[in-house]
């Protein structure tokens, strides 16, 4: 199992950045994928997520309006299109995968390594 972040780096306030998560190795399309973000001395925290069914999506209030989440479920890449993005908005990126597992009671939940997005004049 693999995810991989990329496309983050540095950015002016009010800039937009747009990260990929790049997954291999299971069933991506059945997966609730979701990206959380950590910024130093705080604790990771949900940014948005997306369901495996209809593609649903939900976003924390402080991104709600400026983060959009998406999925190509042919090429197993999950987006996270960031805009208007503030100095609050400074953290590694991290992708996250989960999928309960039928008749288990256990859940599937995979992480990438995470990828620095800085928000700075």
């Known amino acids: 199992v693999s995810l991989v972040e990329s496309g983050g780096g540095m950015v002016q306030p009010g800039g937009s950045l747009k990260l990929s998560c790049a997954a291999s190795g299971f069933a991506f399309s059945t997966y609730r994928m979701s990206w959380y973000r950590q910024a130093p001395g705080k604790e990771r925290e949900w940014v948005a997520g997306i369901s495996s069914g209809d593609g649903s999506t939900d976003y924390a209030d402080s991104v709600k309006g400026r983060f959009a989440i998406s999925r190509d479920n042919v090429n197993n890449i999950v987006f996270l299109q960031m805009n208007n993005l503030k100095a609050d908005d400074s953290a590694k990126y991290f992708c996250?995968?989960?999928?309960?597992?039928?008749?288990?009671?256990?859940?599937?939940?995979?992480w990438g390594r995470g990828t620095q997005v800085t928000v700075s004049s």
């Open positions: 996250n995968a989960v999928r309960r597992v039928a008749g288990t009671g256990t859940t599937n939940d995979y």
